[in-house]
């Protein structure tokens, strides 16, 4: 066992979920920040920059899609291998993390061949301005064509943070993430000599950024990461690996392809309202996802610690990881929430609201803030359910509250809300309905599920 095992199987849960969690919060953090510098420079073009936004907001929900199955993938290897470690099997353990690369590189072939023969028809299915899904072909294109970068760190980062390395696993997110605030300026208008390609730009520092990630991952890896040791033949494709991974992996992919869908749906029902609502709730989640992508920081600090402790056995340090993950995912989203409450106004200005959408926008910030501590129970319990290996539990979770609790209850309040316009409040009042309704499907999964943690340690 080397040293950062030690300290995985040693160091008090509440420091180590300190430690490696913090990392990981500011990692996420600046990936929300980035992804609003991308939109902000895009939008800011001397020529067809509102053609450009639409043409990037089209491109979002694919987007989404190759992150979500590159997350999920790496989350199932993570469980397993910080589960083989805390079991000493590192046989087991390297075997795994050579059919994750294995994955991440069938990953890259799927979208390198949808960004070849899909990407045009993709965007052509959503618009009828010529200029939009030029624009749009062009920018996914390039993102697909490119993204292995995107599919090879998602899998090398989850090996270092497996075996406790979220430090590494950080220092390469936010490389990549400078490098894309860097580099979008340049290509997008042309500076310092080079030619403007515009959205095209746009595209090329994100894939670049990506593999800068993808390339400090693998560095730290190979000489950090000793307690996994990949050989030629580990990186053979083993069926039953394959399925132990997706076991734990496919439903936090699709837990992640869920938001597009929620967003989606949630726009056409907004849109029914007013054109005004669509705007406020858009603008919401840019501002509410600071907090959701801190929550997902420490949920990802939650998962490989709970899984190697569940591979040592040790009941009383499970125990401790639920209850501080539970707390300090408390913590991040009550601040939020009190941040939210009191800076609502200020916060509405950023993005030059006024009038009746600034209104409307200031109303969504106060109801649906409310949710965010119901939220953040639900995001803990998730990575818990994902430890040990309770997929469809954390599957459970997100489609509750992503799904379940929240297009009934819009449809309905969005009659009413028709019918009397002042009335229009209710729609901000599905978000917090459903995520205490989800956090009591939670308590109820984790009260089965719980049995296997009580008594003494290593019992």
Same mark, same amino acid.
């Given at each position: 066992?080397?040293?950062?095992?030690?300290?995985?199987?040693?160091?008090?849960?509440?420091?180590?979920?300190?430690?490696?969690?913090?990392?990981?919060?500011?990692?996420?953090?600046?990936?929300?920040?980035?992804?609003?510098?991308?939109?902000?420079?895009?939008?800011?073009?001397?020529?067809?920059?509102?053609?450009?936004?639409?043409?990037?907001?089209?491109?979002?929900?694919?987007?989404?899609?190759?992150?979500?199955?590159?997350?999920?993938?790496?989350?199932?290897?993570?469980?397993?291998?910080?589960?083989?470690?805390?079991?000493?099997?590192?046989?087991?353990?390297?075997?795994?993390?050579?059919?994750?690369?294995?994955?991440?590189?069938?990953?890259?072939?799927?979208?390198?061949?949808?960004?070849?023969?899909?990407?045009?028809?993709?965007?052509?299915?959503?618009?009828?301005?010529?200029?939009?899904?030029?624009?749009?072909?062009?920018?996914?294109?390039?993102?697909?064509?490119?993204?292995?970068?995107?599919?090879?760190?998602?899998?090398?980062?989850?090996?270092?943070?497996?075996?406790?390395?979220?430090?590494?696993?950080?220092?390469?997110?936010?490389?990549?993430?400078?490098?894309?605030?860097?580099?979008?300026?340049?290509?997008?208008?042309?500076?310092? /000599?080079?030619? #403007?390609?515009? !959205?095209?730009?746009?595209?090329?520092?994100?894939? =670049?950024? $990506?593999?800068?990630? &993808? +390339? %400090?991952?693998?560095?730290?890896?190979?000489?950090?990461?000793?307690?996994?040791?990949?050989?030629?033949?580990?990186?053979?494709?083993?069926?039953?690996?394959?399925?132990?991974?997706?076991?734990?992996?496919?439903?936090?992919?699709?837990?992640?392809?869920?938001?597009?869908?929620?967003?989606?749906?949630?726009?056409?029902?907004?849109? /029914?309202?007013? #054109?005004?609502? !669509?705007?406020?709730?858009?603008?919401?989640?840019? =501002?509410? $996802?600071?907090?959701? &992508? +801190? %929550?997902?920081?420490?949920?990802?600090?939650?998962?490989?610690?709970?899984?190697?402790?569940?591979?040592?056995?040790?009941?009383?340090?499970?125990?401790?990881?639920?209850?501080?993950?539970?707390?300090?995912?408390?913590?991040?989203?009550?601040?939020?929430?009190?941040?939210?409450?009191?800076?609502?106004?200020?916060?509405?200005?950023?993005?030059?609201?006024?009038?009746?959408?600034?209104?409307?926008?200031?109303?969504?910030?106060?109801?649906?803030?409310?949710?965010?501590?119901?939220?953040?129970?639900?995001?803990?319990?998730?990575?818990?359910?994902?430890?040990?290996?309770?997929?469809?539990?954390?599957?459970?979770?997100?489609?509750?509250?992503?799904?379940?609790?929240?297009?009934?209850?819009?449809?309905?309040?969005?009659?009413?809300?028709?019918?009397?316009?002042?009335?229009?409040?209710?729609?901000?009042?599905?978000?917090?309905?459903?995520?205490?309704?989800?956090?009591?499907?939670?308590?109820?999964?984790?009260?089965?599920?719980?049995?296997?943690?009580?008594?003494?340690?290593?019992?």
């Amino acid at each position: 066992m080397d040293n950062k095992n030690e300290k995985m199987a040693a160091l008090p849960v509440k420091k180590l979920m300190l430690s490696m969690g913090i990392p990981m919060i500011i990692s996420m953090v600046l990936q929300a920040v980035y992804n609003i510098v991308d939109s902000a420079f895009v939008s800011n073009m001397a020529q067809g920059g509102e053609e450009a936004l639409n043409a990037l907001t089209l491109a979002f929900p694919m987007q989404i899609l190759m992150v979500a199955v590159g997350i999920g993938t790496g989350v199932g290897a993570n469980v397993l291998i910080a589960k083989s470690l805390g079991q000493n099997d590192g046989r087991t353990a390297n075997k795994t993390a050579g059919n994750a690369i294995f994955l991440g590189f069938a990953i890259y072939i799927i979208f390198l061949l949808f960004g070849i023969f899909g990407a045009g028809i993709y965007i052509d299915s959503q618009t009828d301005n010529a200029v939009i899904s030029r624009m749009g072909t062009e920018y996914l294109s390039i993102c697909c064509v490119l993204s292995f970068g995107m599919s090879m760190f998602a899998i090398f980062e989850k090996m270092l943070q497996a075996a406790g390395h979220s430090l590494c696993s950080t220092i390469a997110q936010i490389l990549g993430a400078v490098t894309n605030i860097v580099l979008d300026p340049i290509l997008i208008y042309g500076l310092l /000599g080079c030619p #403007e390609m515009g !959205v095209k730009g746009a595209a090329y520092a994100t894939v =670049i950024g $990506q593999i800068v990630s &993808f +390339a %400090a991952a693998l560095i730290f890896h190979i000489k950090f990461n000793k307690s996994i040791r990949i050989k030629p033949q580990d990186i053979k494709p083993s069926p039953k690996i394959i399925g132990a991974v997706y076991s734990v992996g496919l439903p936090a992919i699709i837990s992640q392809a869920l938001i597009s869908i929620m967003t989606y749906g949630m726009n056409l029902i907004l849109n /029914g309202v007013g #054109e005004n609502m !669509v705007t406020a709730y858009g603008l919401y989640y840019k =501002i509410q $996802q600071f907090l959701l &992508f +801190a %929550a997902f920081g420490m949920r990802d600090a939650i998962t490989p610690i709970t899984a190697f402790s569940c591979g040592m056995g040790d009941k009383s340090r499970i125990r401790d990881c639920v209850k501080f993950g539970h707390l300090f995912t408390a913590i991040i989203m009550l601040a939020g929430c009190l941040a939210l409450e009191i800076f609502a106004v200020p916060f509405s200005e950023i993005f030059g609201l006024s009038g009746e959408t600034q209104s409307l926008c200031i109303s969504a910030i106060h109801i649906i803030s409310v949710g965010l501590v119901f939220a953040g129970v639900n995001i803990a319990f998730q990575g818990i359910f994902q430890a040990v290996g309770s997929g469809m539990g954390s599957l459970a979770v997100s489609v509750c509250r992503q799904l379940l609790f929240v297009f009934p209850t819009a449809i309905v309040f969005a009659g009413i809300a028709k019918a009397n316009y002042e009335m229009n409040w209710l729609l901000w009042a599905v978000f917090p309905i459903a995520e205490f309704l989800t956090a009591a499907v939670a308590l109820l999964i984790f009260a089965k599920i719980s049995v296997r943690f009580r008594g003494t340690a290593n019992a």
